[in-house]
């Protein structure tokens, strides 16, 4: 993710996030990805695009029969 902007445009989030374009733009309509509205532009804020990263990843763990976890 570029550092030296402050926000990203649809395309740009879609390239930094590995989510598609059309997910981008999916999450923006039900608005569950955060973002700006500036006249008819839709801009991400860089640093909520990263907390919102942070605070939706799922941490997942495996665990043998012994309850010794691997990973």
């Not at 930094?16 to 997910?23: D, N, V």
């Not at 999916?26 to 955060?34: A, D, E, F, Q, S």
Request: aromatic content about 2%.
């Amino acid at each position: 993710m570029n550092i030296n902007k402050l926000c990203l445009n649809a395309t740009e989030v879609s390239d930094s996030t590995g989510l598609s374009l059309s997910m981008v733009r999916k999450l923006t309509r039900n608005g569950k990805i955060p973002h700006i509205k500036v006249g008819c532009r839709i801009l991400y804020p860089v640093s909520e695009i990263k907390k919102w990263l942070t605070n939706n990843t799922i941490s997942i763990s495996c665990s043998s029969k012994d309850g010794v976890i691997n990973g």
